[in-house]
């Protein structure tokens, strides 16, 4: 059974930083091309940040330069460390593989940046 589970977040002011954690279960992690994703209330939800199997990475304008996406294949794990967060990062984050499987939105995890 696929699953990937979510974790790291939290309360964090604005300005601070928070690392999130994405650990793939029960399909091959190397050969896939992961994203972290988000979605404010009341919004759709968007990319954030996407990182290919060789490393490549690439990022929404909303963080690039605040936002850094990587990946542990040995430890099925893909990384997003948040730093300068503003209110406006508050959001539930998501990972998935890129482009995105509906099936495997899992239950993401709460991020809140307070002013």
């Known amino acids: 059974q696929v699953q990937l589970v979510e974790s790291g977040g939290g309360l964090a002011q604005a300005g601070g930083s928070l690392k999130l954690s994405c650990v793939v279960s029960?399909?091959?992690?190397?050969?896939?091309?992961m994203g972290w994703y988000r979605q404010a209330p009341g919004k759709q939800r968007e990319m954030v940040a996407i990182?290919?199997?060789?490393?490549?990475?690439n990022y929404a304008d909303s963080v690039k330069g605040r936002f850094t996406i990587s990946r542990d294949n040995a430890k099925n794990t893909v990384y997003l460390q948040m730093n300068s967060l503003k209110p406006e990062d508050t959001a539930v984050y998501y990972c998935?593989?890129?482009?995105?499987?509906?099936?495997?939105w899992g239950q993401g995890t709460q991020v809140t940046v307070s002013s």
């Open positions: 998935n593989w890129y482009p995105s499987i509906a099936d495997y």
């Open positions: 029960g399909r091959i992690f190397s050969g896939n091309h």
């Open positions: 990182i290919t199997t060789g490393g490549g990475t």
